[in-house]
């Protein structure tokens, strides 16, 4: 998809999403799923994602909204420990001693 492509797939999803904004997802005419961000109700799988569809129906949904919460904190914690590492790391470009 190119990046005009995927401008307009992004335009579109907006526009699907201000309109319903009662649905978790919205599915464009390029065949994409995008999260919508006017939803405000209660976390839901991706609606092609059939691990989460066999778990929900083995432990029901507030156990699977659970699990992808501890796992988005987890990542979030892990993206952030990143960040502070890189941020903490020498600058190869920008040595110490500015003598040559």
């Given at each position: 998809m190119s990046e005009y492509?995927?401008?307009?797939?992004?335009?579109?999803a907006l526009a699907l999403s201000r309109a319903a904004p009662h649905h978790a997802w919205v599915l464009t005419d390029r065949d994409v799923w995008h999260r919508n961000p006017f939803y405000h109700g209660p976390e839901m799988p991706h609606p092609e994602d059939d691990g989460a569809h066999?778990?929900?129906?083995d432990h029901g949904i507030d156990?699977?909204?659970?699990?992808?919460?501890?796992?988005?904190?987890?990542?979030?914690?892990?993206?952030?420990?990143k960040a502070?590492?890189?941020?903490?790391?020498?600058?190869?470009?920008?040595p110490d001693d500015p003598t040559p």
């Open positions: 492509e995927s401008m307009a797939d992004r335009d579109e066999d778990f929900i129906a156990a699977w909204r659970e699990a992808t919460e501890a796992a988005r904190a987890a990542a979030i914690a892990a993206a952030e420990a502070r590492e890189i941020a903490d790391a020498p600058d190869p470009w920008w």
